[in-house]
């Protein structure tokens, strides 16, 4: 998918480059017509292949989405009533823990999904891991306790899943947020995935099993 894009960003830069040139030659042989309108088409081009390239810095954030694609895994331990620390550990690899206070824990994420015409371009379902949280299991604790908050993943260059919500792109078959909850408890542990509906946690041992259903 970025691969495609910045093929893209390279094709429109070396046809704004070219078109810039021949302006240029034009201009400095006083064809001020041919000029204006070559450097203008070149800067037109130019100009798309920086949003593309932009485009491209943002969505190497993503991930790309086959059916049932395992994301993470997420367990945790108790540190104090209400209190627990989680360790996410993505697909990259890496593990990070994050303090979160109530009974729940909540994983967000963004999704993209494109028109089958795209798809057959190289552009594949993708997703991003955006936010893990702490949640309480009534309102009133949601409202009188402390509430925390990581962010997963930062935006870099020109944002696509914003834009593509904002212009409604022709290319984009389907833009949306998806979450999923389940409770905290000393030694659970749940495997996070992503299909086809969106994010789907299941647990792995006993804690989490017995946290489970004591939930429901």
Known sequence: MVE???????ILSLAGSVL????????????LL?????????????????VAGFAALDLAGYQQLTAERPVAMIRFKSVA???????LKTTDGRIRHYRLHGQDWRLDARVLKWRSWAYLLGFKP??????LSGRYATVAGARSHLHTVYA???VRGLD?????????????????????????????????????????ARPVNTAARQAVDAWR
Request: glycine letters at 12%; zero cysteines; hydrophobic letters at 50%.
């Open 4 to 10: 495609v894009v910045l093929g893209i960003t390279l």
């Open 20 to 31: 810039l040139w021949h302006g240029w030659r034009h201009l400095a042989a006083r064809h």
């Open 34 to 50: 041919r000029a204006g309108a070559h450097g203008g088409v070149g800067m037109t081009l130019i100009t798309a292949a920086s």
């Open 81 to 87: 009533p209400s209190g627990f620390v989680a360790y």
């Open 126 to 131: 993708l997703y991003r891991l955006t936010r």
């Open 152 to 154: 997963l993943g930062d």
């Open 160 to 200: 696509v899943w914003q834009w593509s919500r904002r212009l409604h792109l022709a290319f984009v078959d389907a833009v949306y947020g998806s979450s999923v909850y389940l409770p905290m408890a000393a030694g659970a542990k749940y495997r996070i995935r992503l299909g086809v509906t969106g994010l789907i």
